[in-house]
């Protein structure tokens, strides 16, 4: 069963522009993390942030995690066209948990 | 560094048949996870090993069945297999014991259809 439910399902943006996408889950969790795939390849790992953060950076992109609403946001900005991808956020939920992935988000970036 | 390394890429197969996957994680490596990824369901775990012993399963049928080398490379087994088992396996290493904690690194999948 997922344990991240990713919103929107799908989302279409012009190059430039920013892109935001969501994440909830169910259960306490001891980090969140976000992957991004390309079509029919292996998932590349985005970035990890741990319960006890609220925010992080990388690059272009910036995570949130709000513990008490079970949700995380990733920002895109800047988005280009190779950021076209399904992205996918993932939860831990202890020490001998497995990483479990929601269904994804499939993002367009329009040239 | 090579990333992880799945063989075969493609793979076609029919119903009753069985099939093996390989994986080779990074060198230095020694925990494995494999996902099954298909439209419908999105990536479902399979099994994570450590060491060359199982440490979690997912809830897929005694048919999938998985097993590491004391070199940390990997293999996963379906026997019997179902229409159903079409799927994307992916295969994912990690430095240390996984338990959710850390970032996992994916090699590019094994796609299986059966015929």
């Known amino acids: 069963s997922q344990q991240g439910e990713e919103d929107p399902q799908a989302l279409s943006i012009q190059e430039g522009e920013n892109a935001t996408m969501n994440c909830s889950y169910k259960?306490?969790?001891?980090?969140l993390q976000w992957y991004r795939q390309n079509s029919g390849r292996g998932l590349v790992h985005l970035i990890l942030?741990?319960?006890?953060?609220r925010e992080k950076h990388s690059g272009r992109l910036r995570v949130t995690l709000d513990t008490s609403k079970k949700s995380s946001s990733l920002l895109i900005t800047a988005s280009r066209a190779a950021d076209t991808a399904s992205y996918f956020c993932a939860t831990g939920t202890g020490a001998n948990s497995k990483l479990t992935f929601g269904k994804g988000i499939t993002l367009s970036v329009r040239p | 560094k090579a990333g992880v390394t799945q063989t075969p890429r493609y793979l076609i197969k029919t119903r009753g048949q069985q099939v093996t996957l390989s994986c080779s994680p990074i060198?230095?490596?020694?925990?494995v996870s494999w996902y099954q990824q298909t439209p419908g369901q999105g990536l479902q775990f399979l099994f994570e090993y450590f060491s060359e012993t199982q440490r979690n399963k997912g809830n897929f049928p005694g048919r999938f069945s998985g097993r590491q080398f004391s070199n940390s490379r990997s293999e996963m087994n379906v026997s019997t297999l179902e229409l159903g088992d079409s799927a994307l396996y992916l295969c994912?290493?990690?430095?240390?014991?996984?338990?959710?904690?850390?970032?996992?690194?994916f090699g590019s999948g094994t796609q299986l259809s059966v015929l």
């Open positions: 259960t306490s969790i001891n980090n």
């Open positions: 994912a290493s990690s430095l240390q014991k996984t338990g959710g904690n850390e970032k996992l690194f």
């Open positions: 060198s230095g490596h020694r925990s």
């Open positions: 942030i741990r319960s006890n953060e």
